[in-house]
């Protein structure tokens, strides 16, 4: 595994070399703000209406009415996000054929997927990390609760982890970024509503379809819950796409 | 160091390969030449662990290409077809990126690092962007990060296409020095460089081998007479004719006509024979104007040609 560093230090580099990182962060940064502002003025809103109703004031809770919305929203732009992000793990190397000279290198397949992984996750993370001054705003003018926060964070690190597979799988499949971009945000999108036709899908496979939705496992950790049984699903299906990615390039081998 | 035993690759329906077999010993250089699409890049890449073949074993300094994928790729230096690398890098970052893949210590990454450097002339580009650099200076690159790590074995996918001519002579004599510690399996399909850099050739067409030896035994084996390029001034008929008489002579075929009167004769005779002054006494006593006289040799390119196109005739 000695050659997962390089190859990790390479791909980050990458992401900050070119205008990706930066353009995908500052997109992402944008739209949480707005999401921060107008959950806050909502929340600010029902506040002063509450000011006239002690029994709706007794139910307010700055982090259930700011935070767990923004949380939720986070999750929505991932998804439009990430395959930015993604696309590029084995595209560019496929079409650049760069990826004769990793291939040949002395190198695990694995070690290359896990490294390219990492980098992106670590951009994630980066991303993820400086939306924390909206949960710092708070705590300065408010008293929100730090554990639903950190469970949050928590459910958003994981969410996206999932993300990043889903799209490196996607990358692997083909040569062209767009392509890699256009599949794995659909399957993102289905994964997503894979969750709404539970209602009518009848309690079996009602349930079975709630139980794929990628954000319906989200749901939980902003609420300050942090259940195994999501931890696992989102570890299951990181560990699958990773897997697949694996198989992927196997089998961009055999075929040449 | 090199072992190829009966390798095949399909794509699908296509053969790209098929029942390859050869050996190169320690030190060799190899070239490894065939027209485009002939399987030099495929057969390359199976020796790379790029991917596996079909069919048949190779082995690369007695490690097997499929089972022990790792320690023959640790022993070998590749430099793909086109040079692709990864242009969002300077040069030198770069190297020290294949460096620390190939496991270099950092002490003796800092050492080849500047070493390959200096081999290749990179070293006043060292801090520019691979993406800028001209075709020539990335080709280079590619070899310098292929010769990191001191591989017992190069392989090198036409490593002096865009290159100027003074860049090819360089790269040449690089290669060339490289001979007796390293083992050089080289593809091209530039002649001249064969017969300059490398001691045995192997000529690959559609697949199969067609040829393996030294340049100068494929010259000699194949050339089963001496051949004469004779121009007369005279009429043509009656040149090919009264030549045809010529003791010794067994064939004369006319090449092409000139200005006038003049004609354009090659004459094959046996291989040891010099027939030479015969035919010049008839042209003379012919009271023809002998305008020129001279050995046709076989080069390499003739062989080429020669082989490549038996196999179509006989495939056909």
Request: charged share 20%; with cysteine; hydrophobic share 45%.
């Amino acid at each position: 595994m000695s050659s997962f560093w390089p190859i990790f230090k390479r791909e980050l580099r990458a992401y900050f070399v070119s205008p990706i990182a930066y353009v995908v962060m500052v997109m992402f940064l944008t739209i949480a703000g707005y999401f921060f502002y107008s959950s806050f003025a909502f929340f600010n809103f029902i506040g002063f209406q509450a000011m006239s109703n002690p029994m709706m004031a007794r139910n307010l809770n700055v982090t259930e009415g700011v935070l767990r919305p923004l949380y939720g929203n986070l999750g929505v732009v991932l998804l439009f996000i990430m395959p930015l992000l993604t696309m590029r793990l084995f595209a560019e190397e496929k079409k650049q054929g760069t990826i004769e000279l990793l291939l040949t290198y002395p190198v695990r397949d694995l070690a290359a997927v896990l490294a390219k992984f990492a980098a992106c996750l670590a951009v994630y993370t980066v991303m993820l990390a400086l939306t924390a001054v909206y949960p710092v705003l708070l705590i300065i003018f408010a008293q929100p609760e730090v554990g639903p926060i950190l469970a949050g964070y928590l459910g958003l690190f994981l969410l996206g982890a999932a993300f990043i597979a889903l799209g490196a799988l996607a990358s692997s499949l083909t040569e062209n970024q767009i392509v890699a971009a256009a599949i794995s945000f659909g399957f993102l999108l289905f994964f997503w509503v894979i969750g709404w036709s539970s209602q009518f899908a009848g309690s079996g496979i009602g349930g079975l379809l709630s139980h794929l939705s990628l954000l319906e496992h989200f749901d939980s950790f902003p609420k300050g819950i942090i259940d195994t049984k999501d931890v696992i699903f989102y570890l299951n299906f990181l560990v699958f796409c990773l897997f697949l990615t694996l198989r992927s390039l196997e089998s961009h081998r055999w075929r040449g | 160091m090199i072992e190829v035993e009966q390798l095949s690759k399909t794509y699908g329906p296509i053969k790209a390969i098929e029942d390859v077999s050869f050996v190169v010993e320690k030190g060799e250089i190899l070239g490894f030449l065939g027209p485009n699409g002939a399987g030099k890049t495929t057969t390359m890449r199976i020796l790379t662990c790029f991917m596996p073949p079909t069919s048949g074993t190779a082995r690369v300094a007695g490690y097997d290409i499929f089972n022990e994928s790792l320690q023959v790729r640790r022993r070998l230096g590749y430099v793909p077809e086109n040079a692709p690398l990864y242009t969002d890098m300077p040069v030198v970052s770069f190297l020290k990126f294949a460096a620390e893949v190939k496991g270099l210590s950092r002490r003796e990454r800092l050492r080849q690092i500047g070493q390959v450097m200096d081999d290749c002339g990179i070293k006043d580009v060292q801090h520019r962007y691979i993406g800028k650099l001209s075709k020539g200076y990335r080709q280079r690159v590619a070899l310098a990060q292929a010769l990191l790590g001191n591989p017992d074995v190069l392989i090198l996918d036409e490593p002096t296409i865009g290159l100027d001519p003074r860049q090819i002579i360089d790269i040449r004599q690089l290669i060339k020095g490289l001979a007796g510690q390293k083992t050089v399996i080289l593809s091209t399909h530039i002649l001249p460089e064969v017969s300059m850099t490398c001691q045995r050739v192997i000529i690959i067409n559609r697949g199969r081998l067609v040829a393996v030896d030294t340049p100068e035994n494929l010259t000699t084996k194949l050339q089963t007479s001496s051949r004469l390029l004779v121009r007369v001034e005279g009429p043509a008929t009656e040149v090919v004719r009264a030549l045809g008489v010529v003791s010794g002579v067994q064939t004369v075929k006319e090449d092409g006509g000139g200005p006038g009167q003049v004609v354009t004769c090659i004459i094959e005779s046996k291989k040891d024979r010099d027939v030479r002054k015969d035919v010049a006494a008839a042209v003379v006593h012919q009271n023809w104007g002998l305008l020129e006289l001279r050995p046709v040799d076989l080069t390499l390119e003739d062989v080429f040609v020669r082989l490549v196109t038996e196999e179509k005739e006989s495939t056909a």
